[in-house]
């Protein structure tokens, strides 16, 4: 993840933040993850949201299934 500085979180528009009050950035796939995690944290309607804002920008983050070598995602079968 690349280091956001102050200058340039205030320069990114309030669509490139998914929680209240510009909080959680998510300019870039690593930041969306962080921001994911972060959220599952505080829980409630925050991680609601914030899973909502980060899925419309990144649908495949968060998916549970599996990253392949051509960067294909694909299920992985629960063993039971």
Same mark, same amino acid.
């Given at each position: 993840?690349?280091? %956001?500085?102050?200058?340039?979180?205030? !320069? %990114?528009?309030?669509?490139d933040f998914? @929680?209240?009050?510009?909080?959680?950035?998510?300019?870039?796939?690593?930041?969306?993850?962080?921001? %994911?995690? !972060?959220?599952?944290?505080? @829980? @409630?309607?925050?991680?609601?949201?914030?899973?909502?804002?980060?899925?419309?920008?990144?649908?495949t983050?968060?998916?549970?299934?599996?990253?392949?070598?051509? @960067?294909v995602? !694909?299920?992985?079968?629960?063993?039971?």
């Amino acid at each position: 993840m690349t280091k %956001l500085s102050s200058k340039t979180r205030n !320069r %990114l528009p309030a669509k490139d933040f998914a @929680g209240p009050d510009r909080s959680f950035p998510i300019e870039d796939a690593s930041h969306a993850r962080a921001a %994911l995690s !972060r959220a599952a944290h505080k @829980g @409630g309607a925050v991680e609601s949201k914030v899973r909502a804002a980060v899925h419309r920008k990144f649908p495949t983050i968060g998916e549970g299934g599996k990253k392949t070598k051509r @960067g294909v995602r !694909r299920r992985t079968r629960s063993r039971a």
